[in-house]
């Protein structure tokens, strides 16, 4: 049953019609009033773009419930800004995303940008990954999704940080634990498929699917490969301090 408590934003980058933002917003009734803001199609890699050069159209669906012919980032900021002006916030949780996001993953993820735009506007948030492809098991992943907000309401994240939220495609019951996690490497390799179409003109998909990752220990990919939920800060401060102390060291 839903709570009249805290309000919740929920955002993903598949879709507003995904079952991922579905289970997702189903699941967080239970901590408080939850709104979804989320794009009208799907919008997977489109990082932490912000549209500038049109309007943007919002949709209600239904209670609580809109969509916006825009990126996850967009979603966020129209939420909070418009559709949500003056309500407080108290969490923001994007996801579940229909497959992983580990790695540089998260340069290119619209699911893990909509956590970002929700941390730069002052809200602890949260990005949830669900590591597949088919066969979705999204009530596993809601499950560790609603167990992580209800610690971030109940204890905060540090400034500038959001959790960025991996589980395995696989039964509760092998679930080996949850680990606390960095960033690891990824391995893309040849990832521009080249085809022709009927009239003999070249076209290219950009793919990503096929890739491998670096063996770092104490990261997210090795905590998956290991059947283990991923959860990994990331602060926002980009800034390499090591090689900034290096740098100032030149002379000009």
């Known amino acids: 049953m839903e709570s009249d408590g805290p309000v919740i934003l929920v955002s993903n980058d598949d879709g507003v019609r995904s079952e991922g933002v579905e289970a997702l917003a189903e699941v967080l009734k239970e901590l408080g009033t939850v709104y979804v803001v989320a794009p009208d199609r799907e919008r997977s890699a489109a990082s932490h773009s912000l549209t500038l050069t049109h309007p943007l159209r919002v949709e209600r669906l239904g209670p609580r419930v809109y969509s916006v012919d825009g990126t996850p980032t967009d979603c966020v900021n129209l939420g909070v800004n418009g559709i949500l002006r003056g309500k407080k916030i108290e969490l923001l949780v994007s ?29 602890p948030s949260v990005a949830v990954s669900l590591v597949t492809r088919s066969k979705f098991r999204f009530d596993v992943a809601a499950e560790f999704a609603l167990a992580v907000a209800q610690k971030v309401m109940r204890k905060g994240l540090p400034d500038d940080t959001l959790l960025n939220v991996n589980v395995p495609n696989v039964g509760r019951e092998e679930i080996r634990g949850v680990r606390m996690t960095r960033m690891g490497k990824r391995i893309y390799g040849d990832i521009i498929v080249e085809k022709r179409d009927p009239r003999g003109r070249k076209y290219y998909w950009i793919g990503g699917d096929h890739h491998r990752g670096e063996e770092v220990p104490g990261s997210d990919l090795e905590a998956i490969d290991e059947n283990c939920v991923s959860i990994t800060p990331i602060h926002l401060d980009l800034t390499h301090y090591g090689a900034l102390r290096a740098l100032r060291k030149w002379t000009w």
């Open 95 to 123: 996801g579940i995303n229909k497959g992983a996001n580990l790695g540089d993953d998260i340069t290119y993820s619209g699911t893990v940008s909509a956590a970002m735009e929700g941390t730069l506007l002052g809200i």
